[in-house]
C-alpha cells in the first residue's frame, strides 16, 4: 500500500504515522496484559507494579547519570564528525560506570530498605537485587536509545520498540500466570535484558558505523558539556518518579493500597496513550528545535506541530473518555472508581501535550535554568494540590491536581519562550 502524497513530503507525518501503527499494536497487547495484571494481582498488587516502574525510570536517568537527550543533541549535531563522536561516547561510557557501580552498591547492599519503601514490606528485597543486577542493562539500554534518536533513525526506532515490548509483554504473562505478583515483578525487573539485546540485533551494524569500541577510552571531554543534562535529567525523571512514589505512600497511608491501585491504573493508561508523544518529541521536536533561531520561524513549526498532533490526540482521547466503563470492564476489571477520574486526567495531558512541545525547546537550546524552574515548579504544584485535595476528593484530588498543575506550567512555559526569543530578537537588533 502506497503513503498519501501528503505523508510522504512531511517528515512529522511519516514519523506520526509509522509511530502511530507502533502505538496501536502496543495498545492492544497493553490493554490484555493490564487486564490480566489487574484481574490477577488487585489493586494493591497493582500498586507495587507501579511502585517497580517507578524505580525503573529512576534509574534510567541515574544509571546514566541522565545523559540520553546529552547523547542525542550531540549526537544529531556530530553526525559526521567522527573525531567528535569518540570523545562523546567515551565520556558517556565514563558516565554509565561511574552510574551503574553506583547504581548497584546502593540497591544490592539496601535492599530491604528499598524493599520497605518501594513495596510496603520486606518480602520482595530478592527483586531490588535483581534490579541491582540488571543496572548496566538499564544504563546501555539507556545510552544506546539515545543514539537511535539523535541519528533520528525513526523506522528502526519502530522496530526496537515494538520488538522489545511484544517479548516483554510475552515475558510478564508468561511468569504473572506462574508466579503471580512476584512473577510480574520479576519480569518488569529483567526486561531491560530484553531491550538491550534488541537494540543490538536491530541497530548494531548502524552502531559500529558511528561507534568504535576499541578507540573508546577513559576520559570525560564532554564531561561539562553533559553534566547540564544530568542536572536537567535528575530533575525531569528522578524527582518526577519520587513524587509520585510519595503520592502513590500518601494515598496507602490515608486510603489505603486499593486506592493506591485506582490511581496507578489511571496513570499507566495515561503513560500508555502518551508514549505515542515521546518518541516525536526526540525524533522530531528537539532536533528541529535545535536548528531554529528566529521566532517566526519557531511560531510556525509550533503552528505545524499543533496541527498534526493535537486533532490526533483529541480524537483518540475523546474515544477513550466515551469507551472509559469499557476500559474498566474489559481492560481493568473490578476497578470501578477509576471512572470519575477519566475527564481530569485526559483534560489534564492534553494541556501537557500543548506545553511539553514548547517545553522541548529549552532541551533543544539546552536552556537549564528555565528547564529546571519549570520541572520543579511543576512538581510542587502536583505534590502541594495533591496533599490539599486528597482529603476532600480522595483519589480523585491527586488527578484534579494534575490538571491544574499543567494549566500553570503552559502559561509558564510559554512566557519562558516568548522571553527567550524577544530577549535574542533584542541582542541581534543592537548588533
Same mark, same amino acid.
Given at each position: 500500500m502506497k503513503i498519501p502524497q501528503f505523508i510522504r513530503t512531511n517528515l512529522l507525518l511519516k514519523m506520526t504515522s509509522l509511530n502511530a501503527m507502533v502505538i496501536v499494536v502496543r495498545l492492544f497487547i497493553g490493554f490484555?496484559?493490564?487486564?490480566? %495484571?489487574?484481574?490477577?494481582?488487585?489493586?494493591?498488587? +497493582?500498586?507495587?507494579?507501579?511502585?517497580?516502574?517507578?524505580?525503573?525510570?529512576?534509574?534510567?536517568?541515574?544509571?546514566?547519570? @541522565?545523559?540520553?537527550?546529552?547523547?542525542?543533541k550531540y549526537v544529531a549535531q556530530h553526525k559526521e564528525n567522527r573525531p567528535e563522536l569518540q570523545k562523546l561516547f567515551s565520556t558517556t561510557f565514563v558516565f554509565t560506570i561511574?552510574?551503574?557501580?553506583?547504581?548497584? %552498591?546502593?540497591?544490592?547492599?539496601?535492599?530491604?530498605?528499598?524493599?520497605?519503601?518501594?513495596? +510496603?514490606?520486606?518480602d520482595? $528485597?530478592?527483586?531490588?537485587?535483581?534490579?541491582?543486577?540488571?543496572?548496566?542493562?538499564?544504563?546501555? #539500554?539507556?545510552?544506546?536509545?539515545?543514539?537511535?534518536?539523535?541519528?533520528?533513525?525513526?523506522?528502526?526506532?519502530?522496530?526496537?520498540?515494538?520488538?522489545? +515490548?511484544?517479548?516483554? $509483554?510475552a515475558l510478564t504473562l508468561?511468569? %504473572?500466570? #506462574?508466579?503471580?505478583?512476584? @512473577? $510480574?515483578?520479576?519480569?518488569?525487573?529483567?526486561i531491560p535484558i530484553i531491550q538491550v539485546l534488541v537494540l543490538l540485533f536491530v541497530f548494531v551494524k548502524v552502531?559500529?558505523?558511528?561507534?568504535?569500541?576499541?578507540?573508546?577510552?577513559?576520559?570525560?571531554?564532554?564531561?561539562? #558539556?553533559?553534566?547540564?543534562?544530568?542536572?536537567m535529567s535528575f530533575t525531569a525523571t528522578v524527582l518526577v518518579n519520587f513524587v509520585e512514589l510519595d503520592l502513590r505512600n500518601m494515598l496507602v497511608d490515608k486510603m489505603g493500597e486499593d486506592d493506591a491501585g485506582i490511581w496507578t491504573a489511571m496513570t499507566t493508561l495515561s503513560q500508555n496513550y502518551m508514549v505515542f508523544s515521546g518518541a516525536i518529541f526526540t525524533l522530531y521536536v528537539i532536533p528541529k528545535f535545535a536548528g531554529i533561531t528566529q521566532k517566526n520561524e519557531f511560531v510556525k513549526e509550533v503552528g505545524t506541530i499543533y496541527k498534526t498532533l493535537l486533532p490526533l490526540f483529541a480524537l483518540g482521547m475523546l474515544a477513550i473518555y466515551f469507551l472509559r466503563y469499557q476500559f474498566i470492564e474489559y481492560v481493568f476489571i473490578d476497578f470501578n472508581e477509576m471512572a470519575p477520574l477519566?475527564?481530569?486526567q485526559?483534560? @489534564?495531558?492534553?494541556?501537557?501535550?500543548?506545553?511539553?512541545? %514548547?517545553?522541548? #525547546?529549552?532541551?533543544?537550546?539546552?536552556?537549564?535554568?528555565?528547564?529546571?524552574?519549570?520541572?520543579?515548579l511543576s512538581l510542587a504544584l502536583f505534590f502541594g494540590l495533591s496533599h490539599l485535595l486528597v482529603d476532600t476528593y480522595g483519589v480523585e484530588g491527586v488527578v484534579l491536581a494534575h490538571l491544574l498543575r499543567y494549566v500553570i506550567y503552559f502559561f509558564v512555559v510559554l512566557f519562558l519562550v516568548w522571553r527567550y526569543f524577544d530577549k535574542k530578537g533584542k541582542s541581534s537588533a543592537a548588533k
Open positions: 490484555f496484559l493490564q487486564r490480566e %495484571l489487574t484481574d490477577l494481582v488487585g489493586k494493591d498488587g +497493582y500498586a507495587k507494579v507501579g511502585s517497580l516502574r517507578n524505580l525503573m525510570n529512576i534509574l534510567m536517568s541515574i544509571t546514566s547519570l @541522565g545523559v540520553f537527550n546529552g547523547v542525542l561511574i552510574g551503574s557501580v553506583v547504581s548497584f %552498591l546502593v540497591l544490592f547492599f539496601g535492599a530491604e530498605y528499598f524493599s520497605s519503601y518501594f513495596f +510496603y514490606t520486606q520482595f $528485597a530478592y527483586i531490588i537485587k535483581i534490579v541491582a543486577v540488571v543496572v548496566p542493562f538499564i544504563s546501555i #539500554q539507556r545510552v544506546f536509545n539515545g543514539i537511535v534518536n539523535g541519528l533520528s533513525a525513526y523506522k528502526h526506532y519502530a522496530k526496537i520498540e515494538l520488538l522489545a +515490548y511484544i517479548l516483554g $509483554a508468561f511468569l %504473572l500466570y #506462574q508466579y503471580n505478583i512476584d @512473577g $510480574a515483578l520479576l519480569a518488569i525487573a529483567t552502531l559500529r558505523e558511528y561507534i568504535v569500541f576499541s578507540e573508546i577510552s577513559f576520559k570525560i571531554p564532554y564531561g561539562k #558539556q553533559l553534566l547540564s543534562f544530568t542536572l477519566f475527564k481530569w485526559l483534560i @489534564g495531558d492534553f494541556i501537557r501535550l500543548m506545553a511539553l512541545v %514548547l517545553a522541548h #525547546q529549552f532541551l533543544a537550546k539546552k536552556m537549564v535554568r528555565n528547564f529546571i524552574f519549570t520541572e520543579i
